[in-house]
T-cell receptor
Framework: DTAVSQTPKYLVTQMGNDKSIKCEQNLGHDTMYWYKQDSKKFLKIMFSYNNKELIINETVPNRFSPKSPDKAHLNLHINSLELGDSAVYFC???????????????FGNGTRLTVT | RKEVEQDPGPFNVPEGATVAFNCTYSNSASQSFFWYRQDCRKEPKLLMSVYSSGNEDGRFTAQLNRASQYISLLIRDSKLSDSATYLCVVNPNYGQNFVFGPGTRLSVLP
């Protein structure tokens, strides 16, 4: 199946730990994103990569470090987890912007992170 | 002013009703517009893109008014399965940033 897949689906961990979330897409897209959806359900962009190059880096603590080994993968590593990091993290992908048609976002099914 | 604003909701409507959602955006240079739906504890899924001339997909009609910076979504003959949160999404420019509205929750009641 063509899709955006991210793992794990659930992540429960203690404050201070380091964790990673992986994302892969087989849609042939060259732009990938990380979004955070907090308890109020608001979706906010964190990072965007185009062909392994960082394009967007919103005001996210530097404890969050994205890594894109190739254009089909965008992983998110979080150091020293805090209670406020608890949220759902969505990976997404789209076709390159800049053409006359802006491809919509395709989302992974989310990683629900709970920091205790 | 937020970049993308939507009706606060929630909307509770009976089956078969017609319901309209409104969305406004602040960046007049915005290029692309979409409606997504998000079911509880699921990822957002594309419902439809919004084109300048307006477009229809079955029971769903989307309209764009660039002069007023306004987007709408009309759902006719609501089904129970339409219950979800509807998200207005704007791509301000070709710089690859999609901005989401806060969403409007719809409950279709039997």
């Amino acid at each position: 199946d063509t899709a955006v897949s991210q793992t794990p689906k659930y992540l429960v961990t203690q404050m201070g730990n380091d964790k990673s979330i992986k994302c892969e897409q087989n849609l042939g897209h060259d732009t990938m994103y990380w979004y955070k959806q907090d308890s109020k359900k608001f979706l906010k962009i964190m990072f965007s990569y185009n062909n392994k190059e960082l394009i967007i880096n919103e005001t996210v603590p530097n404890r969050f470090s994205p890594k894109s080994p190739d254009k089909a993968h965008l992983n998110l590593h979080i150091n020293s987890l805090e209670l406020g990091d608890s949220a759902v993290y969505f990976c997404a992908s789209s076709l390159r912007q800049g053409s006359s048609y802006n491809s919509p976002l395709h989302f992974g099914n989310g990683t629900r992170l709970t920091v205790t | 002013r937020k970049e993308v604003e939507q009706d606060p909701g929630p909307f509770n409507v009976p089956e078969g009703a017609t319901v309209a959602f409104n969305c406004t955006y602040s960046n007049s240079a915005s290029q692309s517009f979409f409606w997504y739906r998000q079911d509880c504890r699921k990822e957002p899924k594309l419902l439809m893109s919004v084109y300048s001339s307006g477009n229809e997909d079955g029971r769903f009609t989307a309209q764009l008014n660039r002069a007023s910076q306004y987007i709408s979504l009309l759902i006719r003959d609501s089904k129970l399965s339409d219950s979800a949160t509807y998200l207005c999404v704007v791509n301000p420019n070709y710089g690859q940033n999609f901005v989401f509205g806060p969403g409007t929750r719809l409950s279709v009641l039997p």
